[in-house]
């Protein structure tokens, strides 16, 4: 089938607002998405004429929330190409997910002087609970530089695995410069267990797991034009063996007594209490919306936003784009001299135009291209061309008044 986008874009109530007297150019979707209809109706739905709590009641609203709620596990495990549902388990999003992993998973097992492997281009959620580690348990934390035009090179990260290592945790898709990482090549070239933040990345590409041959995969709801609060992370049957429990309470549990507790089976041994039933519901109704516009159609019209960006930004020889790596999504973190990234962001907003200003979550990078803060374009499968050319336009009325 073919992508329409004024189509897709008819189905965002959001894009037909202005702001500041001008039409709405949604370009922030890499810190969130926008929302489909389809979804703001099913969770509108969900708490007038569905709502209660799952799992635990024997009445028809329960039974009712259960089922649409446990249906979503097998909506994940389509889009990611997962070979069994009692591998997805939800998440609040991809940093619960990679906390479920550091705690769950890492700590029991990391001593101290065992190593895990970064890249520089990671996001603070696939930093911080690594530092955790470092901080309490003496782990090393190995990390690995980009290439000069912000691609990883996954020959150097596997050069960076040594006989310590126990885990290497690497982006699939950059939320800065929207560098696609060759993941495949990385899990293909090692033994060692391979974490993978797929927040970006599944929002712009088709994605498999099975064909990845990572250990574990995580995305976070609110990108995947679903609600905040929902997520899931994709685990290995082999790598839940190992794991303990991350949260202790309802619904992760077999039976309890004074002296002794047993634990469900995984997934709900790693989800405890009442869960974001409405949340993980919407966001199975936002995959279900992707799934059938196609991955590979959506990933196709924003490749022409992607180039059509990157001609445009080139003209501008005043603008510096950070990493403009060939294979990249349609993110574009930029730097203008005379003008901070906090100016260029509200001189656009004045025009109706968003994009985010600020270290993105990722001040390794910034620090490794030298700058404090960097304004980013991020185009979804909603955003035009015409869009792309307000961009432009707005940075030259950005240069204009700058001097």
Not at 25 to 40: C, E, H, N, T, W
Not at 62 to 82: D, P, Q
Not at 339 to 355: E, N, Q
Request: charged share 20%; hydrophobic share 45%; proline share 5%.
């Amino acid at each position: 089938m073919s992508f329409d986008v004024e189509r897709v874009r008819a189905d965002f109530p959001i894009l037909s607002r202005q702001v500041n007297g001008r039409p709405l150019v949604y370009l922030d979707s890499g810190a969130s998405a926008q929302k489909p209809r389809v979804v703001i109706d099913a969770i509108i739905e969900a708490y007038s004429s569905e709502y209660a709590n799952v799992h635990r009641g024997l009445h028809y609203l329960s039974n009712l929330a259960t089922e649409k709620y446990e249906a979503v596990r097998g909506i994940i495990a389509r889009f990611l190409h997962a070979p069994h549902e009692d591998e997805v388990i939800f998440t609040s999003g991809a940093t619960e997910g990679i906390n479920l992993v550091s705690y769950g998973w890492a700590a029991p097992r990391l001593q101290p002087g065992d190593e895990i492997v970064l890249s520089v281009l990671e996001h603070h959620a696939n930093i911080v609970p690594w530092h955790f580690l470092r901080e309490r348990q003496g782990v090393v934390l190995k990390w690995v530089e980009p290439e000069p035009d912000g691609s990883l090179a996954p020959e150097k990260v596997l050069a960076a695995i040594g006989p310590r290592t126990k885990l290497v945790a690497v982006t699939h898709l950059s939320n800065v410069t929207g560098t696609v990482v060759d993941v495949a090549a990385i899990c293909a070239g090692t033994d060692v267990p391979v974490l993978v933040d797929g927040s970006q990345a599944a929002v712009h590409m088709p994605v498999d797991v099975g064909a990845i041959g990572c250990d574990f995969y995580c995305i976070t709801g609110h990108k995947l034009y679903g609600p905040s609060g929902s997520g899931a992370i994709w685990i290995s049957r082999e790598r839940q063996a190992e794991m303990r429990p991350f949260l202790g309470g309802g619904d992760m549990i077999r039976e309890v007594s004074r002296d002794a507790v047993s634990y469900a089976d995984p997934p709900l041994r790693f989800e405890a209490g009442t869960p974001g039933i409405v949340n993980q519901i919407g966001l199975g109704v936002a995959l279900d919306y992707m799934m059938g516009l196609g991955m590979e159609n959506i990933a196709a019209h924003e490749r022409t936003l992607r180039d059509h960006a990157r001609t445009r930004l080139r003209e501008l020889n005043w603008i510096s784009v950070q990493g403009d790596a060939p294979d990249k999504a349609a993110i574009f973190s930029m730097t203008m001299e005379g003008a901070h990234a906090h100016d260029i962001s509200t001189v656009l907003d004045k025009r109706g135009i968003a994009v985010r200003a600020g270290t993105h979550c990722a001040m390794p990078l910034m620090e490794h291209y030298g700058i404090t803060a960097s304004a980013r374009a991020s185009f979804a499968m909603y955003n035009t061309l015409d869009d792309v050319d307000a961009l432009i336009d707005g940075l030259v009325f950005c240069r204009e008044l700058f001097g």
